[in-house]
């Protein structure tokens, strides 16, 4: 007599169900498989285990439910959703005998009870976000506005389908949720307590694993995709697709996570007698800090479970029936290796919303037998006419399995692509993620070196930088061991020596976006001088550390300049330093810098500052005015430049007459030579606060007293108009301000009110030539009593933030400054070519603009040259007009599309000529022969000659397919990608000798996406050059952009307000 074969009765009706019903039947100890409700997958499967009872059991009354399991000999019950655990179903059958796959009522609040699980990984020291649970619209949306934490995440405390999670981005959005739950009861009683949650960044992954309570046996990972569109964009689902497993998530992450979260929910459980057996699902954001939960399911996933399930090797019922009996530390549990799971959700038109019923399907029973697709049905069901017809809004789910993601996905998206129903709607990007991680290039040491000839050619370079520094006390040569100073020399005989040093932090950032690096050298020497000069001491010497992925001579040599520019100033000397080349610490385009500066002071000469013992209430604060943001705060002002859209070619808003990049690169104020003296003048002075990182009200503190209190009053200074520029764009509060920017003082002296006024008069006597002035700002009072009691207040602030106005330009300028001329009261520029054979009528008017003629040279398709052609044709005004195209290809389509508009074309193959200077000189008498006044470089893939480029000089525009001065030459798209960047675009640029090195005339960018191959993002660009080419055009044939005679930039004639720049 054969072994008697388990009867299963499974509850659902989705595809996660229809999923687990598959993957059961394969088991050689199941016999039967009951599903109720099931769909028309499960009803039509051609599995002889699987059916739907002709009459269906009660799955309301358990108490009738169980007695029917018992009826039909049921083995074991296995609960898909979560409502019925919720509900206590488990609790239910088992107290009538019948052994059940899911956690009892008490466990499954883990899923059921957001605030239950919030406190419960609080109490177990499980790593989560922070949260705040609420009842009331007004108390939630307070906490909301004033948290100290992105407070961006809603949850409905129970359960809403899974959609109920709304992830805000703006507090407005997110008081409108709260509103939707609390108010408007959205998810009706599962929203009548919610959870506001921190919002985490990171990678969002999901880890289930099976559990009987104790022993703990992890799934591979798999990630889900809520947002319904391609892009991670549009509303959120239930779920658009899985794929499994994700190869972001290391081995060690995997440990951690069943170490310290996993088998922690578990035990926890357990010791609160809350026994859990079943699956316990995990969805966590990999933060930075590590993982942390997002929240717990006490069930499978869908679409999850369809990713998951293809690739267990072992048998799932054994797995199960291990759980229910506690022995799962006795089996094995294996899966399928060098195997991945795409599962693509086709969903009805509407979904997440309205959607219809209905819809004839086609093509299911044929894609669900080819060989590696697998087809789970969800919102199906027969129509009367026995006709597979949709019921609802995920219809199916689609899963391809194969060795990698990309082919498991291409397979998924074939079989897709073979069903066919009215308004089916799916994603096409599933996996992107863990695809592009795979795609990642894998970074060796092989090919990475250190030039030594690279340092020596920039100890060089520097050598006479250094020299001009030269003062008392010190040898100039570099290039030893270390740094000699003699300071009997520099007069001290008992010198008390004080030492600072800093770095330049995130500034360095945008000083390598500009390619403007002299400001820099000058910060860096600031900040360590600066801080020497609170102690009343001389700065006498500097060195500079100097790290990077790739030395380039040139740069290094503009930083050290800086440097040198920022020692004269200070009136210290430059007396070493150290180049370290590190390829594989930092990127090859990046470097970092740090400083050392040694002052003194002569003992028993000079006062030691500060002297906190000495201030007292009715000390005078007096503030002497910064040159800008100096050098803190850039974390905040890249991120406001990346929210907000700016370029940094932008006109500055708070400054007119520079770039934005030109404005935020102002170095910061060296006070040095200039304070020095005042500080040994009068003994009224009690000390001085060099404002850095942390601002007025974290530096002031460090020279009082406890028992005092600074108040400043804001009215008293001028508040520099980049603050309240980013007080305004990034809705930044002012305290927020004031802990993190200077706010327009670069130092705050505390002084005796007998000597305050001739202090100030000093100060300004000496500070008048830097464009500096000091003023009185504040008063010292006595401290209140009262834990909570600030030690420096700053009144007004608000105001000066907020009264400053500002603009954005229309038009982008390049980094280099505008100027203009006049003649006879009108705003020219003269437009001239460095050449004399150049006959003079071909020359763009100096006092009449005509229609510019333009040259267009090709090598393929030309679809900028249609773009050219299309808006000259559309444009009435339009000052140019295409008379000649040239291609060195005789069979380029871009010849086609221009003599269909009528334009003169030209071959001149390039094969037919020994020599790039012979094909040039045919090429520019082909141009003077057609009066050409602007060459158009439109994909030509020549590359021009010396002599060519010179005598056509400020006449030759070229567009490049990348945001220069980033990514040059060719391939710039796969350049793009392997660097990771997230944005890139099209420059329209001047053409000069240095391969894309030309003057910027116009920019665009797009974002790019994780997804991206290399012909997506070629596509993307080519719709931003197509709109962006012709406008640059113009400006060069309307004169508003023309490039200097004698510098690579370009001079802007841009007419706005009224104004000509």
């Not at 897709?416 to 994603?427: E, M, S, T």
């Not at 460090?702 to 108009?721: E, F, G, M, S, Y």
């Not at 009066?931 to 000659?945: K, N, Y």
């Not at 030459?969 to 240095?994: N, P, W, Y």
Request: glycine share 10%; aromatic share 6%.
């Amino acid at each position: 007599m054969g072994r008697k074969l388990a009867k299963v009765f499974l509850i659902g009706s989705g595809a996660r169900e229809h999923c687990l019903a598959w993957k059961l039947s394969q088991s050689d100890d199941v016999g039967h498989i009951f599903v109720v409700p099931g769909n028309a997958g499960i009803s039509t499967s051609s599995c002889g285990k699987i059916t739907i009872p002709d009459v269906l059991p009660s799955l309301t009354d358990y108490n009738l439910l169980g007695d029917w399991c018992k009826k039909n000999c049921i083995d074991l019950v296995v609960i898909g959703p979560e409502a019925y655990l919720a509900d206590g179903i488990v609790d239910a059958l088992q107290g009538q005998g019948v052994q059940c796959f899911g956690p009892s009522l008490a466990a499954a609040q883990i899923e059921s009870s957001k605030k239950f699980a919030k406190e419960f990984m609080m109490k177990y020291e499980i790593p989560t976000s922070k949260y705040k649970a609420f009842t009331s619209y007004d108390d939630a949306c307070q906490h909301i506005a004033s948290s100290s934490y992105p407070a961006l995440v809603i949850k409905a405390s129970g359960l809403a389908a899974g959609k109920g999670v709304t992830v805000a981005k703006t507090i407005k959005e997110a008081c409108t949720a709260v509103k939707e739950m609390l108010c408007e009861k959205k998810f009706g009683e599962a929203g009548s307590e919610i959870i506001v949650e921190e919002c985490l960044e990171g990678e969002e992954i999901s880890l289930l694993c099976f559990t009987d309570g104790y022993t703990v046996d992890v799934m591979p990972p798999v990630q889900d995709h809520k947002r319904l569109l391609d892009g991670d964009i549009g509303p959120n689902t239930g779920g658009m697709g899985a794929y499994c497993p994700c190869p972001q998530v290391s081995q060690e992450t995997l440990r951690y996570i069943k170490e310290h979260i996993l088998t922690k929910v578990v035990n926890g459980l357990r010791d609160e007698g809350k026994l859990y057996q079943g699956v316990l699902y995990a969805g966590l954001m990999l933060t930075k800090a590590g993982p942390k939960v997002l929240e717990f399911n006490c069930r499978f996933g869908d679409p999850e479970c369809q990713a998951v399930l293809p690739i267990l090797e072992s048998n799932l019922y054994a797995i199960m029936h291990a759980c229910v009996t506690q022995t799962l530390r006795d089996i094995a549990v294996k899966w399928k290796s060098n195997v991945t799971a795409v599962a693509v959700v086709m969903a009805s038109s509407g979904y997440p919303g309205l959607y219809e019923k209905g819809k004839s399907m086609t093509g299911v029973m044929k894609v669900g037998n080819m060989e590696g697709i697998s087809v789970f049905q969800a919102g199906t069901c027969l129509s009367t006419s026995d006709q597979l017809v949709t019921s609802g809004g995920r219809v199916l789910t689609v899963v391809g399995v194969e060795s990698d993601l990309e082919n498991s996905l291409a397979l998924a998206l074939k079989g897709v692509g073979l069903i066919d129903f009215q308004g089916c709607h799916y994603r096409k990007d599933i996996a992107h993620r863990g695809i592009n991680f795979l795609r990642r290039p894998n970074l060796t040491y092989a090919g990475s070196g250190v030039s030594i000839d690279s340092g020596n050619d920039l100890i060089k370079a520097i050598a006479p930088i250094a020299k001009r520094t030269v003062r008392s006390g010190c040898n100039p040569d570099l290039g030893g061991f270390g740094g000699i100073f003699d300071l009997s020399s520099a007069g001290y005989s008992q010198p008390i020596l004080v030492s600072g040093t800093d770095g330049v932090g995130t500034k360095l950032l945008l000083a390598q976006a500009c390619k403007n690096h002299i400001t820099v050298g000058v910060d860096l020497v600031a900040m360590c001088v600066n801080d020497i000069l609170t102690h009343n001491a001389e700065p006498l010497f500097f060195l500079d550390y100097y790290a990077c992925g790739k030395l380039t001579p040139e740069t290094a040599r503009d930083v050290i300049a800086g440097v040198g520019q920022g020692c004269i100033a200070a009136g210290c000397a430059l007396i070493g330093g150290e180049t370290a080349e590190m390829p594989g610490v930092y990127r090859e385009d990046i470097y970092d810098l740090g400083g050392f500066a040694v002052g003194a002071y002569e003992k028993g000469r000079d006062r030691p500052l500060p002297c906190p013992s000495e201030v007292c209430v009715g000390d005078i604060i007096i503030g002497i005015s910064s040159s800008g943001l100096h050098s803190n705060g850039f974390s905040l002002v890249r991120k406001l430049i990346a929210r907000c859209g700016f370029n940094l070619n932008d006109l500055a808003p708070f400054q007119k007459e520079k770039s934005l990049g030109e404005a935020l690169l102002t170095p910061t104020a060296i006070y040095c030579k200039q304070l020095m003296p005042i500080l040994r003048k009068y003994s009224g002075i009690r000390g001085i606060a060099h404002v850095t990182g942390g601002g007025i009200v974290e530096n002031l503190p460090r020279i009082l007293p406890k028992n005092c209190t600074a108040q400043l009053n804001a009215d008293n200074w001028q508040v520099h108009p980049v603050f309240g520029w980013i007080a305004q764009c990034g809705n930044v509060k002012t305290a927020e301000m004031l802990r993190t920017f200077n706010c327009g003082l670069g130092m705050c002296l505390v002084v005796s009110k007998t000597c305050a006024r001739e202090v100030v008069e000093s100060c300004n006597e000496v500070l008048s030539n830097d464009e500096l002035k000091a003023a009185i700002v504040g008063e010292i009072f006595p401290l209140p009593d009262g834990p909570s009691t600030e030690q420096v207040t700053v009144l007004n602030m608000n105001n000066g933030l907020h009264s400053v106005k500002y603009q954005v330009p229309s038009l982008p300028i390049n980094g280099n400054g505008i100027t203009h001329s006049k003649t006879n009261g009108t705003e020219i520029t003269t437009v001239q070519k460095q050449t004399e054979s150049k006959p003079e009528k071909n020359k763009l008017s100096t006092d009449t603009l005509k229609t510019a003629r333009v040259a267009v040279l090709i090598s393929g398709s030309g679809t900028n040259l249609q773009a050219l052609i299309n808006h000259a044709a559309a444009e009435k005004l339009c000052c140019y007009e295409i008379s000649l195209v040239i291609s060195n290809k005789v069979n380029a389509f871009g010849l086609k599309r221009a003599q269909k508009s009528g334009i003169v074309t030209k071959v001149i193959d390039h094969r037919q000529f020994k020599s790039r200077v012979l094909f040039d000189k045919v090429l520019d008498e082909t141009l003077e022969n057609n009066e050409i006044d602007i060459i158009c470089l439109a994909g030509f893939m020549r590359i021009l000659s010396g002599e060519f480029v010179r005598k056509w000089r400020g006449h030759i525009v070229n567009i490049h397919p990348s945001l220069l001065p980033s990514f040059r030459g060719m391939d710039a798209h796969q350049q793009v990608l392997q660097a990771g960047v997230r944005v890139t675009g099209c420059s329209i640029h001047f053409v000069i000798k240095e391969l894309d090195g030309g003057a910027i005339i116009a920019q665009e960018s797009t974002a790019v996406h994780p997804w991206d191959t290399v012909e997506s993002l070629e596509e993307r660009v080519k719709l931003i050059e197509h709109k962006t080419y012709p406008t640059a055009l113009e400006m060069v044939a309307k004169q508003k952009a023309v490039l200097s005679e004698n510098e690579n930039k370009v001079i802007w004639n841009v007419c706005q307000n009224n104004a000509v720049y």
